[in-house]
């Protein structure tokens, strides 16, 4: 069991799995980000350090969650020959949560293992919410014996997990899980813009949808917020781009093709182009109702 524990990345997915952690009697040691007022605030908040490097991070903890935007900010917490979390690790373990490529989830863990640490992926299904309540859903990458050894810990921050396989294993189911995600999503703005083009009330649609076989999760999370145009972020277009991304590249290796992966990214690269990213992924319906963005290019 770790004694220690420590964030790299407390945006708001990581600083309330920190909070949670602290609430479970978790000691906090250090947190740390690349916008340091972040780091500084949350460590004020649980008593915690906030370390300048990212080698102080790890000299300060037995365990490290990182919760990062991209395989470009995974190498470099792991990789910057500068500073990075490797520095004298050997004997820690490293509990990688960040959406990002199975290709940089093995690195991390090939370079993990050199320098005599433990390297595992725990790839999230759930929302800010979840995670401060400690019901994330965990998909699990890694040596299971580190899996094994840390269920104490991950069964304070989730409700259910399952162990996928070897190091990079989970990232690519969910690669899977966030690619038809976004399908289901830009599929649901497309019928609600329809419906609303048609004159329909929106309300019935969608109690509608709810009993036939358009029925669908986004339905439930992401249908209101399409119509009354309240897009606050809890994921965004800029991760769904990402996310849909990593699937295309993963079917492009297997020699595959995926043309609704490829038109639901299209959409979402669109949202970028148009300025849209930093809204939630509910926004994509901005490119299909009538009146709104569906007319831009």
């Not at 810990?153 to 070897?166: A, H, K």
Request: net charge negative.
């Amino acid at each position: 069991m770790p004694s220690t524990i420590a964030f790299i990345g407390v945006g708001r997915m990581g600083a309330n799995m920190a909070r949670r952690l602290k609430d479970c009697g978790y000691t906090i040691t250090a947190v740390y980000d690349s916008h340091r007022p972040l780091a500084e605030s949350l460590a004020t908040e649980l008593g915690s350090a906030a370390p300048a490097t990212l080698a102080e991070v790890t000299a300060a903890a037995d365990l490290i969650f990182t919760v990062v935007t991209d395989d470009a900010a995974m190498r470099r917490i792991f990789l910057d020959p500068d500073d990075n979390l490797l520095v004298n690790a050997s004997g820690k373990t490293f509990v990688n949560c960040a959406t990002v490529s199975p290709g940089i989830h093995r690195e991390v863990y090939a370079a993990a293992q050199a320098a005599g640490a433990d390297s595992l992926e725990a790839c999230m299904a759930s929302s800010i919410s979840h995670a401060r309540e400690g019901k994330l859903y965990l998909m699990l990458g890694g040596d299971e014996a580190v899996y094994q050894r840390l269920l104490p810990v991950l069964e304070q921050m989730s409700v259910n997990r399952r162990y996928i396989g070897g190091p990079g294993r989970a990232a690519e189911v969910k690669a899977l899980v966030n690619m038809v995600m976004n399908i289901n999503t830009a599929g649901l703005a497309e019928g609600l813009g329809l419906a609303a083009a048609l004159g329909h009330d929106l309300d019935l649609i969608r109690e509608v949808f709810s009993q036939t076989g358009a029925n669908s999760r986004v339905l439930e999370t992401d249908a209101a917020d399409m119509v009354a145009r309240e897009h606050d972020c809890w994921f965004s277009a800029d991760h769904a781009a990402k996310d849909s991304g990593i699937a295309a590249h993963l079917a492009r290796e297997a020699g595959l093709s995926l043309p609704l992966n490829a038109a639901t990214q299209a959409q979402y690269e669109k949202m970028k182009t148009l300025g849209l990213g930093g809204l939630d992924k509910s926004g994509i319906a901005e490119l299909t109702f009538k009146g709104r963005h569906a007319d831009a290019g």
